[in-house]
């Protein structure tokens, strides 16, 4: 290494004598960090995608390589957010790739004092034979003398995080099925 | 607005930086605070009373914007004479019957014509409309305040008196109620020093008319009280009179704290609503489809269609099952009998009627009010279902919730099976968001959710397609509807995974011959069209997916028209028919918005105008024109019955007319405006020791908590306490109190304080703050303590839930939960452990004097 390269690779001189006089940018720059690379450079997909926290809407470009999503970067495009997002928002890496995530279905049984695993397929069996149950359990045809048609046996709440989609076809069964105890977070 | 929609703040920062004030009105100084020109803390409950003090300067002043708010708004109209205001009742309207707790809104109506409200409680209308006798429904529970607006009218047209001098016309009745909303009752209720108040009436009034424009934004601060509508109710008032609504850069932005919570009101998963703001109906002798057409719907404005909007929902539902000749399956929709919200379930719950119960992304074990209440409903279930990415609350209270830990409940005691399901994350599912400025913005899935977890569209998909299956070939008349209904969504992948955009394409809408419709203008009242939402109908015009729509914001115009799509019919701006005057021609260069272009015969603009696009501004309708046609060329609020904004609401609310200051539920104060102390058609759900009130004024709880959220968390934790960033950024719950509270009580920053209220005690760690500012209300010195509401035991960030704290006393119109205004003690130290805390709990309720029957007064 040349006197001069050993200078330069000195950040206080790069700051006093370059173009980045707080240090914050390029002065501040280690010799290994120059040779890294972002991760979104490396990303096989990027794949157009909305916040999921508040409803500012961000907009977020999910990169995967490798069948994994890999980082969660705002969108610039976006004429709501212009590839901003607050500290929640960008943390929804984690959010959806962190280990807090469960994933498997777990069954406490009636007075059991822990979780045992189930298969979902026996699971949604068993929850459909349940639904049936209490709908017919809590059944009216009428009250007070007038026609209801409906069941107070179940109750739904949430939907506020969900897509249109999702709570278009909740509403559309739960309405079918005589339900009407269903609500979300709009209420609360 | 800059902690909860930090990135949406940023257009208020860009406002300032070209000359916007900004004035922030919170008991709390916070990141808004700290970029506001003026910061403004109040009482927590009283913002009734301050905006009613701007409403009287603005019309003591003349400050109003005369020529918007003699043509566009209901001042002219003139009342019924029998009509009895608050000033003449001492806080009370005319039509309460003090056994019901309800009003009979009969002497509200306009003189000599009867309307209908185009959101709200449509349903207290119902006997009057279809046999002329009053109302039999003591609560009709149809309302939610963020509606599609506009309901109907009688025909003909109101008495109206241009001038705004009549006695009885709603200007002159306005400006009486709001007489005593003056500085010095301001400053004594609110506890604003008179000089503040006046700083933000004179920025307020000197930002609004034809050249500027203000706007109003605010959140749950506003809704979460007994008289949450009349909070907002309040401030369109204000912003009707200064000509601020239908106008850029004016309105009253509601700024809404759930990705998809208004995609989740548009197509409700609630209780008193189908898709696009459709009531669901009530329980009446002998309805059918068009009694509650007759009943509901609107004879003027674009509600005037609601029968077209009812028969295409009921055709997606049930497709070729409904026909003509059975009403198109009207009768298979279930019945309301008043409320059926999510408070009223929790006391199903605990009665045994309600024995199976879904949470699908909610925590309510410390998400809702009064969240004890919550999990003892829990325990008292056959079965839970919970859908969630990490294991909340909701889904382990049975395990290690607060009541094991008082011995109130043994795990091995409880019944309830539970089912935990992961749920897949937005990266993992294709799908729509519709965000607080209603435009819906499509997510596309990258990668498959892993292990069992999968999406809400799969899980009701799979669902009801079991339960189809087992009931497959039942001839039970109760079977029919969910037999009978269209459930055929072609599914992809290993998974099985229902396609999202076929979901979309039906709540878009088909004609007969399956073609995407593009407009609602386009349903149909027979049967040949269907349509899963019409307010959403065109968001797959063309067959393509306008939520999907992603040309760069550089690339358009300032209101950006191709990023997604908003409804109705991608309208940014509601109601901007009023950016223009009754001749068509913008109020001003400066805020033009949509104008008449009388060349072609055609309304015009930067947003898509929000009227019919080929009627002229002179237009008058001719007599006996129904629905749209009813329109005049000068009604710019076309959902409404008389195509005017509404000052006064003669129809549609359950507790008055005109907002009136009541104090909240549990209030160190009585109400110095009037001697009526709370609303007081306020819904209190049926007594539990659980849900105790508190007596007016008691020494026992002298301060004031309000609830409220931090940047680094969401709601109630179930997307952040998980999050080992965020649990760094803010890893504990804590209390925000004032230096003056903390010496009064001997509180160490740091340390611990111990909350109580009549329903429960909670432990936080302290934060002494200037942040937190002792105010004088009604000459005395009032302490508020801030309480950020996202925590409970799990995740990496824990503490105690606020919630605990919470009543269910609720807003009427909406059932919605007073989280931001309730007395409370604190004081020194960590909480009780065992059965000491409901020792403690139960003896603060002995020394307040506390029965069943406390608060429960009219």
Not at chain 2, 104 to 132: I, K, P
């Amino acid at each position: 290494m040349g006197v001069r390269t050993w200078i330069e690779s000195w950040p206080v001189y790069r700051q006093l004598t370059g173009d980045d006089p707080l240090g914050r940018g390029a002065a501040a720059k280690s010799r290994r960090s120059e040779r890294l690379d972002p991760r979104v450079t490396t990303a096989d997909r990027v794949v157009k995608s909305v916040c999921p926290y508040c409803a500012v809407g961000c907009a977020q470009n999910v990169y995967v390589q490798d069948g994994k999503v890999t980082q969660i970067e705002g969108d610039p495009d976006s004429p709501v957010s212009r590839g901003r997002l607050c500290p929640k928002g960008s943390a929804s890496l984690q959010l959806t790739t962190g280990p807090a995530r469960e994933h498997r279905v777990l069954y406490r049984r009636p007075y059991g004092t822990d979780w045992e695993h189930l298969d979902l397929d026996t699971a949604m069996k068993m929850i459909a034979d349940r639904v049936i149950a209490a709908r017919r359990a809590g059944w009216q045809w009428e009250v007070g003398g007038r026609r209801v048609r409906r069941t107070l046996g179940l109750a739904s709440l949430g939907g506020a995080t969900l897509d249109n989609e999702e709570n278009y076809l909740l509403k559309k069964l739960f309405t079918a099925l005589g339900a009407i105890q269903i609500e979300n977070q709009a209420r609360i | 607005m800059a902690e909860c929609h930090p990135v949406g703040f940023q257009w208020v920062m860009e406002a300032k930086a070209r000359g916007a004030k900004v004035i922030h009105v919170d008991p709390r100084f916070t990141r808004t605070s700290a970029m506001a020109d003026v910061h403004v803390p109040l009482r927590a409950g009283s913002d009734i009373a301050f905006l009613g003090g701007i409403i009287n300067h603005v019309l003591r002043n003349d400050a109003y914007f005369r020529d918007y708010v003699v043509a566009y708004t209901n001042a002219p109209v003139i009342l019924r004479e029998d009509f009895r205001d608050t000033e003449d009742l001492d806080g009370l309207f005319s039509g309460f019957d003090p056994g019901s707790r309800a009003y009979d809104n009969a002497t509200w109506q306009y003189a000599g014509l009867e309307v209908q409200a185009a959101a709200g409680q449509r349903d207290q209308e119902y006997d009057r409309r279809t046999q002329g006798g009053g109302p039999e429904v003591a609560e009709a529970a149809r309302g939610e305040t963020a509606g599609s607006g506009g309901f109907p009218i009688a025909a003909g047209y109101p008495p109206r008196d241009p001038t705004l001098q009549h006695p009885r016309c709603v200007f002159q009745v306005l400006k009486r109620h709001y007489a005593r909303y003056t500085p010095e009752m301001v400053e004594r209720v609110c506890g604003v020093p008179q000089d503040v108040f006046r700083t933000v009436c004179d920025l307020i009034t000197g930002n609004s008319g034809r050249d500027r424009t203000t706007a109003f934004a605010y959140a749950v601060g506003w809704t979460q009280h007994t008289v949450g509508v009349q909070y907002i109710r309040a401030a369109a008032i204000l912003q009707l009179l200064l000509g601020n609504i239908g106008r850029p850069g004016g309105g009253i932005l509601a700024l809404r704290g759930h990705a998809s919570i208004q995609g989740s009101t548009d197509i409700p998963t609630l209780f008193n609503l189908l898709p696009g703001y459709l009531p669901m109906p009530h329980a009446h002798e002998h309805e059918d489809l068009d009694t509650y057409v007759q009943a509901e719907a609107a004879r003027k404005g674009f509600w005037g269609d609601m029968r077209a909007y009812m028969v295409s929902l009921l055709k997606a539902y049930w497709g070729d099952a409904a026909t003509a000749a059975n009403d198109y399956r009207f009768d298979y929709l279930p019945r309301l009998t008043g409320s059926h919200s999510t408070y009223e379930t929790v006391m199903a719950q605990l009665d045994g009627v309600c024995k199976g119960y879904f949470l699908l992304g909610e925590n309510p074990a410390v998400g809702s009010a009064d969240a004890k209440m919550q999990r003892l409903g829990m325990a008292n279930l056959d079965w839970l279902v919970v859908r969630d990415f990490s294991l909340i609350e909701s889904a382990t209270w049975w395990k290690d919730g607060p009541e094991i830990e008082t011995g109130e409940l043994r795990t091995e005691d409880i019944a309830t099976e539970v089912f935990f399901l992961p749920a897949a994350a937005h990266t993992e599912k294709d799908g729509s968001f519709t965000n607080t400025q209603r435009m819906l913005q499509w997510h596309h899935a990258a990668v498959e959710p892993p292990g069992q977890a999968r999406s809400d569209l799969w899980f009701a998909y799979h669902l009801g397609r079991l339960v189809r299956a087992a009931l497959a070939g039942s001839t039970d008349e109760m079977d029919r509807p969910i037999l009978d209904l269209t459930w055929d969504y072609p599914v992809k992948g290993e998974n099985a995974e229902p396609d999202a955009e076929a979901v979309l394409a039906e709540i878009n809408g088909r004609a007969a011959d399956g073609r995407p419709l593009s407009a609602y203008t386009e349903l149909s009242d027979d049967g040949s069209t269907s349509c899963g939402c019409w307010i959403y109908c065109g968001v797959r015009a063309e067959g393509v997916n306008q939520a999907a729509r992603r040309k760069p914001g550089r690339d358009q115009n300032w209101v950006a028209p191709e990023w997604g799509w908003a409804w109705p019919a991608n309208r940014r701006i509601l109601y901007n028919r009023a950016s223009a005057d009754p001749d068509g021609r913008p109020w001003s260069e400066r805020k033009a918005l949509v104008w008449w272009d009388a060349a072609q015969g055609r309304w015009t603009g930067h947003d898509v105008p929000d009227f019919v696009p080929d009627r002229p501004p002179g237009y008058t309708p001719p007599e006996g024109a129904r629905a749209a046609d009813a329109l005049a060329g000068d009604d710019p609020f076309i959902m409404q019955a008389d195509g005017k904004a509404w000052l006064y609401v003669p129809t549609g609310l359950v507790d008055g007319p005109l907002p009136a200051h009541y104090e909240p539920q549990d209030s160190p104060f009585t109400n110095p405006l009037y001697r009526q102390q709370r609303n007081p058609a306020r819904h209190l759900p049926s007594p539990h020791p659980d849900n105790r009130y508190q007596p007016v004024g008691s020494p026992v709880y002298p301060y004031v908590a309000t609830t409220y959220r931090l940047t680094e968390h969401h709601t109630a934790g179930g997307m952040s306490r998980w999050q080992p960033y965020l649990a760094e950024l803010q890893p504990e719950f804590f209390c925000e109190v004032s230096p003056e509270l903390a010496r009064e009580r001997g509180l160490e920053h740091l340390g611990w304080a111990t909350i109580i209220s009549a329903r429960n005690v909670i432990e936080a760690r302290v934060l002494v703050t200037e942040r937190m500012t002792p105010l004088t209300v009604d000459g005395r010195t009032l302490h508020q303590i801030g309480l950020p509401y996202h925590w409970g035991p799990n995740g990496y960030s824990t503490g105690d839930a606020a919630n605990e704290l919470l009543h269910m006393a609720l807003d009427p119109n909406t059932h919605i939960q007073e989280s931001k205004a309730i007395a409370c003690d604190i004081r020194p130290g960590r909480r009780p452990r065992g059965p000491q805390a409901a020792a403690l709990v139960r003896s603060y309720r002995r020394r307040a004097g506390i029965t069943g029957a406390t608060g429960t007064e009219v």
